[in-house]
């Protein structure tokens, strides 16, 4: 599944936001950190706002600040605000044949299981995994640059 741009924008807000929800964050901020135009992601977040996801400032020192629930909204409840991911508009010559009917059911299932997958995982969870991903990183990196260092102190 292939999610619209202006979803993604939505995703990443939400969860830059929800990573500290007691500070704003600007626009300014999620479109340089992601590479994306600070005008789609102004449309973007104003829908955030109008769904309570996300509270809004002006001025200086203004921006989004999270409002939703991380431990209960999901990707999902995101993800339906920006896409519409009713049943699929069949292919052309989907339906008319047996195998075109079974390729059609398969990527239905497929569907499914993502929509699934995105309402089992919340925006507290994910926020978690990515903490868990920079620990680990981290970790790693210290013990990179540590490494020579022991190995030579072993040497000697």
Do not use: C, W
Not at 122 to 140: F, G, N, P
């Amino acid at each position: 599944m292939k999610l619209q741009t202006s979803t993604m924008l939505a995703l990443y807000s939400v969860l830059e936001a929800a990573s500290n929800p007691d500070k704003q964050v600007s626009a300014a901020e999620i479109a340089e950190r992601y590479d994306v135009s600070a005008h789609h992601l102004a449309k973007v977040l104003r829908e955030l706002g109008r769904a309570g996801l996300v509270d809004s400032s002006r001025g200086v020192g203004g921006g989004y600040r999270f409002s939703g629930n991380a431990r209960r909204l999901t990707l999902m409840d995101v993800i339906e605000r920006f896409e519409d991911i009713g049943a699929r508009s069949p292919e052309p010559g989907e339906s008319q044949t047996d195998v075109g009917r079974e390729i059609a059911r398969v990527l239905s299932e497929i569907d499914e299981i993502a929509k699934a997958t995105f309402r089992s995982i919340t925006i507290d969870t994910l926020l978690k995994v990515v903490e868990r991903d920079r620990q680990a990183q981290a970790a790693s990196a210290t013990s990179a640059t540590s490494a020579p260092a022991l190995s030579t102190n072993a040497r000697r």
